[in-house]
């Protein structure tokens, strides 16, 4: 199963320090993090859980096509 393309593009977001999880399947709710969709529509795919440590702007992946998730690498631009 392919994932849902999201966002052709990342989210840039503020992020505070935490533990996250980077919704790899596209069709979570609460974008670019997992809602729990993966596992209510069996997609065979899992979120990736993500530390961030310090406070920092993270270009979080919305394509779900990234070769380095949950990191937007342009991907977005060859869909
Ligand atoms: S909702 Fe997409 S990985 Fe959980």
């Given at each position: 199963?392919?994932?849902?393309?999201?966002?052709?593009?990342?989210?840039?977001?503020?992020?505070?320090?935490?533990?996250?999880?980077?919704?790899s399947?596209?069709q979570?709710?609460?974008q670019?993090?997992?809602?729990?969709?993966?596992?209510?529509?069996?997609?065979?795919?899992?979120?990736?859980?993500?530390?961030?440590?310090?406070?920092?702007?993270?270009?979080?992946?919305?394509?779900?096509?990234?070769?380095?998730?949950?990191?937007?690498?342009?991907?977005?631009?060859?869909?």
């Amino acid at each position: 199963m392919e994932p849902k393309i999201a966002k052709k593009g990342p989210y840039m977001m503020e992020m505070q320090p935490g533990k996250y999880y980077w919704c790899s399947c596209g069709q979570s709710a609460n974008q670019p993090f997992c809602d729990g969709s993966h596992e209510r529509l069996n997609t065979g795919m899992t979120p990736v859980e993500v530390e961030v440590r310090y406070p920092k702007t993270v270009a979080w992946c919305g394509c779900k096509h990234s070769k380095k998730p949950p990191y937007c690498d342009g991907a977005h631009n060859k869909l």
